[in-house]
Structure formats: structure tokens, C-alpha cells
């Protein structure tokens, strides 16, 4: 049964989540948008995505650019859940996967790294 829980909520254990990186790549982290979404439009089961140009990517045309996004969409999350605490570590997981995708890491890593 999907978990219910106050949006407001969701989006304090999001900000909970991002306190998870170590301050120095927290650091590190440039120009990046962190939102939160009922559901992706076209892919209702999406947990998050990352939308920009990675800081693996970047060269000197970055410079201007409009900030990258990281999206965490709520509905998904809770479907998928059964606790309030699954809810904590699912979103903690898809915070620190689409914050990877930031520094250049890809999904097949990810996996190998335990944050499918």
C-alpha cells in the first residue's frame, strides 16, 4: 500500500537527503536546481531525473548557462513504498543518483555502486 505523506514532508526529507553529501562535494555541486514533482509527464514511474550538462562535460561554452535540474518526483516514491522509513531511504537513494549524474556518473556505475 502506498505510503500518504504531507508534500511538505516529502520535501523535508529531500533537503534531509542532500545533507547526506559530504560537505566537499556539496561544494562542488555548481549551478544545480533541486525541485520536487507530483510525477515526470511522460514516464509516471520515473523516481528522478537530472537534466544538464554534467561537470564532466563542461567547457568554456558552459559559461551562461541556465542552471541544471535534478527533479525528484513525489507520487512514484510513495507508491513504491510501504514505511515512512522505505520512503527516507528511497528518496535518499534517487537524491545521491541524480546528484551522481552531476559529476559524471553514469547509471551502469551507479548500479555497481549500490545506488541503482
Known sequence: ?????????F???VGDALD?????????IDNVVIMVEDHHPDEPDL???YEGIALTERDSSYAGSLPDTVTI?????????DT???VVEEVA???IHEI???FGIDDGRLHELGWG
Open 11 to 13: 520535501e523535508e526529507l
Open 1 to 9: 500500500m502506498p505510503v500518504r505523506m504531507d508534500p511538505a514532508r
Open 47 to 49: 523516481l528522478g531525473l
Open 20 to 28: 547526506l553529501i559530504p560537505p566537499g562535494l556539496a561544494k562542488a
Open 100 to 102: 551522481a549524474h552531476h
Open 93 to 95: 537513494i534517487t537524491v
Open 84 to 86: 515512512e522509513a522505505d
Open 73 to 81: 518526483y513525489r507520487e512514484p516514491l510513495l507508491d513504491m513504498c
